[in-house]
């Protein structure tokens, strides 16, 4: 199954930045807006700029069209702007796009959870990331730096307890009940 691209993705003028600051902040939102669809469809948190040039995000080979790494840094500007993106350094060449709240990621694990019947025990972080059981799930093959800020929600909201053993493969989970 491949991502669907809406059918402005397809349009010549969408791929330059456009002089008209009003036009310009409309195409800005819409390819902000398709850059988390895109990388939610993906499951792309980590965002290397330049390498995603050449991708089929920013590059429409049926117009022959591409985004130029100025307008492709444009856009992830404002997306930064909108809470959406965070800049990995000052160089701009990485980005992580934020594609839920850390609250609404912790929501989505603990609900998964308490519906599959893992509140009360001892899941590993292999298990819950990336075993047969959660693999139609959203946080599938989710990132592990992202997991270990999205745990530290759950600690706090005294939902669940993180366990780590010294080693990333045997990171464990408590889902308690609250």
Not at 44 to 64: A, E, R
Request: neutral net charge; charged residues 25%; contains cysteine.
């Amino acid at each position: 199954m491949s991502f669907s691209f809406p059918s402005y993705h397809n349009l010549p003028p969408f791929y330059t930045l456009q002089p008209n600051l009003e036009t310009q902040t409309k195409q800005l939102e819409m390819w902000g807006s398709l850059v988390q669809s895109y990388c939610r469809f993906n499951k792309i948190t980590h965002f290397p700029v330049g390498d995603m040039l050449s991708n089929d995000l920013f590059h429409n080979k049926s117009i022959s069209r591409q985004v130029t790494i100025d307008m492709a840094r444009a856009i992830i500007d404002f997306m930064v702007s909108h809470g959406t993106a965070q800049w990995e350094g000052k160089e701009k060449l990485r980005a992580t796009i934020v594609l839920r709240t850390l609250d609404d990621w912790a929501d989505i694990i603990y609900n998964w959870a308490y519906r599959v019947g893992n509140v009360g025990t001892v899941v590993t972080a292999f298990e819950l990331l990336e075993s047969d059981e959660s693999k139609n799930e959203e946080f599938y093959k989710m990132d592990r730096a992202l997991f270990r800020r999205v745990m530290g929600v759950l600690e706090k909201q005294g939902k669940a307890r993180l366990f780590n053993a010294g080693d990333e493969s045997k990171e464990g989970v408590k889902f308690v009940e609250k």
